[in-house]
């Protein structure tokens, strides 16, 4: 899956959107960490597209302001002077073709890869295709990269993908899920197929249930009128705990080729049972918050954020039993949640194994509590295996104690840096790598199951259930793990 640096041409990386809040709060970020990793090819250059600034020196100040805000560290000047030089700066309407061509001038392919990075919304993929291709400036070494939400719907999103595929193949096309580049997601490969304890337990005969939540402390932070026309699911289940899912349940590819990845994902999304109109109830439960306190501190409702409207049925939670009908997973439920304005922020995986049939230390516990593997994805990354050991003693009889071997990437791996997702994924992009990023089809195929949850809520006119901003989301998503047996992982 890695290939060697030296063989990568520099690159002139055009970000579409150069002063938006993905470029500013993430992008450049990332950057500038890549630049101080020493990860960007000397002659690699960065030109951010945008209407608004005048020039480049008006830009390259916008720049600096957001990693004095955003970085989390202190900027060094020394990393900020050789980071600066790549900049530049291009004024454009992006709707109109003749102005593409001034591409021709700032971009050298007989030096340089174009990796253009649409960080603009999909409404906008249009223009800037049709005037790249209208310039020539494109050639079949160029790529693109994009980021979610591609469509709202299964039509929508072949709308915009079919306007990619107008100007670009597939194999230049580049689409983003941050998740992918995040350490313990790329970790569950290594987990699952270079240990044997896990590969060989790693079904329904070991495991009971399988719990994935991505909790979010932040409410709609100002996007109020964004998320209202699109939700949790749309906005949080189709892209990110989906393919989290995907890596969790795939078979073993057969090499860390992307295709071979691709595939076996691809597998996993058509084996998802459908969630129609006559399981919806049962399977599902939408939430939307309330007012609450959250450490200390009152929050608003989210029909009392600003702009908000209050008469909205929008989700800010969803919770889903999904069922895997393959032969590795029959019987074993996958329970997903994801909400905004929760407890905590945390993201992570709990893989619930079997409790043994028959138990011997009835002193300790009446039921033998069943072994855990926990994967946090954030905001800690590492791994957590809870089992039973014996507490240390002379007395005569053994007793036992829950006790849990704890692997923290950031203590283990202490000379190593740990990226977030996004300097991953612009490095892949910039390599030409496209192992961690999704294909079309897996695209498509996830937004068709997640239309179908869509429609079933419309059918039998599911509403969204209140749950207080600081709390783990409405009582009905205890109740549906409860009627199954099971609790979630808190």
Partial sequence: MTIQKEIFKACDLVIYGGLGDLSRRKLIISLYRLEKGKFLEPDTRIIA??????????????????????????????????FCARLSYQQMDLTRPDEYKVFNKLTDSSKRVMV????????????????????????????????KPIGHDIISSKEINDVVASVFNDDQVFRIDHYLGKETVLNLLALRFANSIFTTNWDHNTIDSVQITVAEEVGIEGRWEYFDQTGQLRDMVQNHLLQILTFVAMEPPVNLEAQSIHNEKIKVLNALRPITAENVLSNTVRGQYTNGVQKDIA????????????????????????????????GVPFYLRTGKCMKYKRTEIVINFKQIPH?????????????????HLQPNEGIEIQMLN?????????????????????????????????EKLVLEAM?????????????????????????????????????????????ASDEMLARDGRTWEE
Wanted: negative net charge; contains cysteine; charged residues 25%.
């Fill in 299 to 330: 929050v608003p409702g989210y029909l009392e954020e600003e702009g908000a409207n209050t008469i909205s049925t929008t989700e800010s939670f969803v919770a889903l039993r999904v069922d895997i009908d393959n032969w590795r997973w029959a």
């Fill in 49 to 82: 597209v945008d209407r608004l600034a005048e020039d480049s020196a008006s830009f390259i100040k916008i720049a600096l302001k957001s990693l004095q805000e955003f970085l989390g560290n202190p900027v060094e000047e020394q990393i900020w002077n050789k």
């Fill in 116 to 147: 253009n990075y649409f960080a603009v919304a999909p409404f906008l993929f249009r223009y800037i295709c049709q005037g790249l291709k209208h310039s020539g400036v494109l050639t079949d070494s160029s790529r693109m990269v994009m980021e």
């Fill in 390 to 422: 014996k507490i240390p003693g002379i007395d005569e009889n053994i007793k036992l104690q829950k006790t849990k071997l704890d692997l923290s990437f950031s203590e283990t791996f202490k000379n190593s840096r740990l990226f977030g997702g996004y």
């Fill in 431 to 475: 390599r030409g790598n496209p192992t961690l990023f999704i294909s079309r089809e897996e695209i498509e195929q996830a937004w068709s199951w997640i239309d179908s949850i869509q429609d079933a809520w419309k059918a039998t006119h599911e509403e969204a259930q209140d749950y207080p901003a600081g709390s783990w989301g409405p009582i």
């Fill in 359 to 375: 138990n011997i230390f009835t002193e300790s516990f009446k039921n033998l509590p069943a072994n855990k593997l926990i994967i």
